[in-house]
């Protein structure tokens, strides 16, 4: 089992930035491909970045080139960095680690990109 908990949204105007944490207990966070989704009101869960155990990464078409994730094992902590926001950004964001087929998740944090 791991725990995720995710923290930094809020209300971000557009073209503004935001980063998000995740913090992992539990087990040993190094074993887990992490990742951050997102969900907008009446949309389903979409993939935005993830990074495997060997820091590679990969990107939604719709965050490429304004988006990096990036990890710390030893702190048990994954981050996204997302810039250039524009309202369509707007959605709740989940921390998920992923090992096998086994996924957890965190509770979600709002983002809200509005002026």
């Known amino acids: 089992q791991v725990q995720l908990v995710e923290s930094g949204g809020g209300l971000v105007q557009p073209g503004g930035s935001l980063r998000l944490s995740c913090g992992a207990a539990g087990r040993t966070f190094g074993s887990y491909v992490m990742g951050w989704f997102r969900q907008a009101p009446g949309k389903g869960r979409e993939l935005v970045a993830s990074?495997?155990?060997?820091?590679?990464?990969n990107y939604a078409d719709t965050v490429k080139g304004r988006a990096l994730i990036f990890r710390d094992n030893s702190a048990n902590t994954v981050w996204l960095h997302l810039d250039s926001l524009s309202p369509e950004d707007t959605a709740v964001y989940f921390c998920?680690?992923?090992?096998?087929?086994?996924?957890?998740w965190g509770q979600g944090t709002q983002v809200t990109v509005s002026s």
């Open positions: 990074i495997n155990l060997g820091g590679v990464t």
């Open positions: 998920n680690a992923q090992e096998g087929r086994t996924n957890y």
